[in-house]
């Protein structure tokens, strides 16, 4: 069977320990989305795992895809893949021959263009991961980028780049007014991608990605899929552009894997809800903690770790808002969900939820289309009781109905409004600090 795992809010919503936990049922892991600009941390008895491309089922040791929606650097991959190595593991990963390159000009435009908005004023600055994730995609619809595939045949990559770089050279000089270097030299580039194509022959990591996944589950594999990034920065459902360039709703997992919707649909698509918001980067977020409620989102940054993986700013805090996870849930027809940090609300003086916006006098229940109108809406919030710090290791094992009433009451709600059931609860990042009703297997 198939599940399929969809961050719910802004990214960084503790994906990775879901995936983590319920990947000892999976045997394959698939990325089908974005590239490093995913930061996933796994906690297993205490060891911390960073993982950035290599699917988080990796800890598990079990086989890791990037699907053809993914966007693949693979010096960071290499890199990444022995880091991981050093840690113990064997990450066993195949790439999708369809799945697009990260070269390194693509990081040179993503910085680029985002001095370029930040200078021009005009707002629009993304705040992205400097990946390249952006015009790496673009490349894609463009046309005219690398794919995975071309990096195992030295002449058609250089084709590709003969006809690519000149191009990308003239417009950062022309009109970014950039110098140069070795990112856009076709030799230099040529001679280190194709030793990585050759490296990636000889691991025999490439593989046609959906006829892989295909066979898999034909043979009675379970397929687990580990969206990044999460609802509200999709490009075609988030808050344009305060966006990253690729799809994490659940529909991705379809174009991203080359496993059909039907399919996946009859499997279980798991939101993965973080009790309250953290967001790194730009772009509106309505509920975000006032200056008078500095202290409270400073206290919660602190406990909750709010702390890019990728790039290490602080993340912006918000209160839980439930338009925003009415979207998500609709976007991606969530059959469960599962809300991590529970612990990270223990113990506060005063807890509050978005059950609505006020827009010029309308009363709105999910997200306008328009980022400006989203931005002047004004959040209705309800009170919640809060809950005290716990025992949470002797909750975990007493089981849901351990857990303190008043989070019962706050997880009820959630359940009600996004019309999807509870499956677990995170009260810490360990894997097994995680209250578990029902798993997506069963
Ligand atoms: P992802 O990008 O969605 O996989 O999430 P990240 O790993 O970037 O960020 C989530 C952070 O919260 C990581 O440091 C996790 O170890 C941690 N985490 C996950 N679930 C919980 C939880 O329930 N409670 C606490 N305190 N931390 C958690
Ligand atoms: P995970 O998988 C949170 C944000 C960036 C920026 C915008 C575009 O760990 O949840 P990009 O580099 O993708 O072009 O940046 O998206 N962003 C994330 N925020 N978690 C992530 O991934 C993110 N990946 C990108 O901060 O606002
Ligand atoms: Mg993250």
């Known amino acids: 069977m198939t599940v399929i795992i969809v961050g719910a809010q802004l990214g960084d919503e503790g994906k990775g320990a879901l995936v983590d936990r319920w990947g000892g049922e999976a045997d394959v892991v698939v990325r089908y989305q974005g590239g ?72 040179v435009f993503d910085n680029m263009e985002e001095a370029d908005k930040d200078e021009s004023g005009s707002g629009t600055k993304v705040g992205t991961t400097g990946r390249g994730i952006g015009p790496t995609y673009e490349d894609k619809a463009g046309r005219r980028g690398v794919r995975v595939g071309d990096l195992l045949d030295p002449d058609v990559l250089r084709d ?43 691991e025999g990591m ?35 552009p305060y966006v990253t360039s690729s799809n994490p709703t659940a529909g991705g997992a379809a174009i991203g894997s080359g496993i059909g919707p039907k399919l996946l649909g009859e499997g279980e698509i798991v939101g993965i809800v973080k009790a309250y918001l953290s967001r790194v980067g730009s772009g509106p977020l309505p509920t975000e903690m006032t200056d008078a409620e500095e202290d409270l989102a400073n206290k919660i940054r602190e406990k909750g770790g ?104 706050y997880l009820g709600y959630l359940e009600e409004e996004l019309e999807a059931p509870v499956y677990a609860v995170g009260v810490g990042p360990d894997r097994d600090q995680t209250v578990e009703r029902e798993t997506p297997w069963e």
């Not at 007014?177 to 001679?191: K, P, R, Y």
């Not at 892989?212 to 459902?237: M, P, V």
């Not at 506060?348 to 709105?364: A, F, I, N, S, W």
């Open 36 to 107: 490093d600009n995913a930061g996933h941390t796994v906690v297993e008895d205490g060891e911390e795992y960073k993982l950035s491309l290599v699917p988080s089922g990796s800890v598990r040791g079990k086989t890791g895809v990037l699907g053809n929606g993914c966007v693949v650097n693979p010096r960071t991959l290499f890199d990444e893949i022995e880091s991981l190595q050093e840690q113990g593991l064997d990450p066993d990963v195949r790439l999708a021959e369809r799945a697009h390159v990260i070269m390194p000009y693509h990081r």
């Open 206 to 240: 490439t593989v046609e990605a959906g006829d892989f996944l295909y066979e898999q589950h034909a043979d009675g594999a379970n397929l687990l899929f580990e969206g990044a990034q999460g609802t509200s920065i999709d490009i075609d459902h988030g808050n344009y």
């Open 160 to 202: 590709r780049l003969e006809y690519t770089v000149p191009q990308k050279r003239a417009i950062a000089e022309e009109v970014f007014d950039v110098d140069t270097g070795v990112e856009f030299d076709v030799d230099q580039l040529v001679a280190e991608y194709a030793a990585y194509g050759e490296r990636l022959r000889e």
């Open 306 to 409: 709010e702390f890019g993986t990728v790039t290490g700013r602080p993340r912006r805090i918000g209160w839980l808002d439930i338009p925003m996870l009415r979207h998500a849930a609709r976007r991606s027809s969530f059959t469960a969900i599962a809300v991590n940090h529970v612990d990270v609300l223990a113990g506060l003086d005063e807890l509050k939820v978005c059950h609505q916006y006020d827009l010029d006098g309308d009363t709105l229940r999910t997200v306008p289309a328009t980022t400006e109108e989203w931005a002047a809406c004004e959040p209705a919030f309800r009170e919640f009781e809060t809950w005290a710090e716990q025992d949470w290791s002797a909750i975990v094992e007493e089981g849901y109905d351990g857990l303190p009433a008043a989070a019962r009451e």
